[in-house]
């Protein structure tokens, strides 16, 4: 069955309306924009840890938190 939303992370476990609204200050040094949340909770096998994800209007790259 396709993905219904082509916008989802690769590791991307579940969505939520609940994690809208959070923000943080971009990553990338010298950006003056704050980050928000895209409602995606992320999971990294590698750390065993759970992340919610954030974009940057500037940079349209997802990153977690």
Known sequence: MPDVN???P???VLHCERLFG???DCNIPGCPER???T???LYNAD????Y???RCPNH???RAW
């Open 60 to 62: 349209g790259d997802s």
């Open 39 to 41: 409602g995606w909770l």
């Open 35 to 37: 980050e928000s949340s």
């Open 22 to 24: 959070l923000q943080s």
């Open 52 to 54: 919610v994800g954030f």
């Open 6 to 8: 082509p916008d989802r």
């Open 10 to 12: 690769r590791v991307a």
């Open 47 to 50: 750390t065993g840890r759970w």
